[in-house]
């Protein structure tokens, strides 16, 4: 007989490409920013890189456009513009 | 004791409750986990797995909940890792467990729940009845029923070997009262015997862990649900042939074994059957024997150890022998007939040759059933056969109808 | 004191998961398995987070999760924890449940788990409805909020779990908020390493639940403390202490005006000036009754 189960298994991208909800992007403005990492800790979706610099990046593909992340830099060194 | 049981070195027996003797067979099967909740008239399964573990130091862990809903759950948690589960309740218990079994159904996960039979209210009632056993079968688990308490432990044991083969949990269901709080004596196998046929030390690939690790139960489409379904419902249909071959092992360690799906009860030349369950299973054999010698009639019995899987493929072969087949059902289906015999019509429908069926209830809420009840549905079964009386949707066992015009007031 | 900065590289909830733009619940989720680390076991009731996790056959969770029925968690983990324990297993179980799962439906399950005072990490996130049936009141709803089976409001105080669970004598009650994530880290990290029965509760806004902007999930976290709205606190064997984040906030005068809170949100819209008064008196009575408890033995 065979058996078979269910599984799920762990994969970035679960629900697809999140990218695609966005209708405005977080774009972070280097020359500002002063690697507080604080965007990096509030963002809802893991979809900010934080280097060992703790310079700090998007990722586009998975980011969902919330807006917490220029909300929060205490320089306004993120700006959310039309996607 | 039999000579195979002496050759096999098993030695051990014990007069016994079949409450005990699940607790013995828990005990034995070395089972790491077990949700525990008091309810008639199962309470002293857990009683006894108590004691054994607070005065003979066993490793087993037993969480004394708080709700049956929460028995599951622990047995469900301990599975999802995999560790041996196990837990038991009866009626109202059941019912308010039923979430969780549902979901350990869909879960595949290999628990064991023994289900100690009795009615549910409203109104209170405590006396044995089977529809609260049968209930699980529609929930993703397989139901197995057997007759005595030699065969409670046994089946106990042969449940946790189908349950860990098929991950289809399996519910053992015993009379309550009449079995839960008789003594009989049973012989217990060597553990090494046992730990054998339920081996524990075995790769788990359903278990979750921390190295490989994923997720159990999260959210599926629609568009593949019904695939979930189907290989539950393909898994327990192709487990008519493992309920059969792990009684055989069963034999082959213990001298034991009880037909798997079906025992078969001077069938060879029946011509008509009584299919029935459980502990009356032994006054149904005696009846068939008193309307051979009173009557000549060649009455035979089919009963049914296992629900889940639905033995069709055996009931088929029998059937097709026989002329006409009663099926005492000690649970209803309201407004529609007998749980079993609806399906034992259902079974036999698509047969060339096949027997009249007729559905008989009685014994719910643990009125008695004597051995005289069914020798007249023998003798009705007879009567059916040649002709002299019909079939009903249902006949009733002991309803005494003047009862219900005494008591009942009319609004 | 952690700092943002000493808050691990490490990701154990992965991107491109089922949740909405701006959800709390998973900024907690996400520090919370920072400081727990690949060693433990989640269980989550039916709630949000059964969607947040994404659908088979996939998974944002890199964590072993079993999922159980709504009031089950704290029985499913505890017969979780006993198996790891026989089978000489050493991890952290965790159950990750909502309000609904902890304050109603799966009450009676939490008491009984912490009665018996099982080794588990029990981790409400609150974000005060039922979220996932599209926001509907609990008994972890704040009175006068609009929900949908709250149309005009709700009549009743939010229900004061982390007392009840302090009640049961268990070593370790918490409230936190993912708008102060280095306490929260903290907290986890310190319950993580404790035995016996751990309760932490998470503040955790909802953005559509709420009728909040998306943007604002943290900064509205983080008035409800500034406001006395959700005094943070831990109830380490029995005495209460509360946190640093709400240190400044149980004097009156300290705190923010309720209106800051309230009009982020349009679950408060319809307020009137005697609704903010009776919930006013809510946030004084129960912001005293912290400060007299301050340092003592609770419990
Ligand atoms: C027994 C049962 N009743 C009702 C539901 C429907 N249901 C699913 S999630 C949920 C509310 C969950 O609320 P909460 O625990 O606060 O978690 P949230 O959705 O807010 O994250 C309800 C009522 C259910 N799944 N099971
Ligand atoms: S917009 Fe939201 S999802 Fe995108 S990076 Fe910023 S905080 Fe993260
Ligand atoms: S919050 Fe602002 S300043 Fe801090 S790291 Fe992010 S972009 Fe730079
Ligand atoms: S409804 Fe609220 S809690 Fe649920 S996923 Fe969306 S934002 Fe998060
Ligand atoms: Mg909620």
Redesign the pocket.
Known sequence: MRVLIPKSKPSKGAVGKTGLWRTSKPVVNHDKCIKCVICWAFCPETTIFRFQDNSVDIDYEYCKGCGVCANECPVNAIEMVED | MSIIEEKKGVSNVKVVTANEAVALAVKCAKVDVVGAYPISPQTSIMEYLTKYIETENLSMEIVRVESEHSAMAVAMGAASVGARAFTATASQGLLYMA?MVYWVGGSRLPVVMAITSRAMGAPWILGNEHTDVLLPREWGWMVLFPEHNQEVFDTIIQAYRIADKTLIPVVVGLDGFILSHTTMPISIPDQSVIDSFIPKDVPKPYALNTSNPFTHGNAVHSNVYLEFRYDIFRTIEESEDLVDQVDKEWEKLTGRSYGGVIEEYLLDDAEVAIVVIGASSGDAKQAAKNVREKYGIKAGVIRLRSIRPFPVKRLSQIASKLKAIGVFDRNMSPGLGGMIATEVKFALYDLKDKPIVQSYIGGLGGKDVRIVDFEKIFTELKEIVDGRIGVQRVRWVGLDLAAVDSYFEEV | MTSIKQLPYEEYFLAGNGSCPGCG?TIGLRNVLKALGKEVYMVV??????VVQSPFPNSSATVPLLNT???ASAAAASGMVRALKVMGRDSVVMVW??????????LATVSGAAERNEDLLYIC???E?????GG?R?S?TPLGTFTGTTPTGKRENKKNIPLIMAAHGIPYVATASIAFITDLYDKILKAKDMKGFRYIQIFSP?TP?WLLPTEKSVESAKLAVQTGMYPLFEIENGIFKISAPSKAYLKKEKRKPLTDYFKLQGRFKHLKEEDIKLIEKWVDEISEEYASMDGKKVV
Do not use: K, V
């Open positions: 979430e | 619940l009731p039916a709630s949000c987070s059964s029925p709504f009031a449940a909502g309000d609904g799962g902890t304050f109603d439906i799966g996130y609150d974000n409805a039922y979220m996932n049936t509907h609990s972890a909802c639940g």
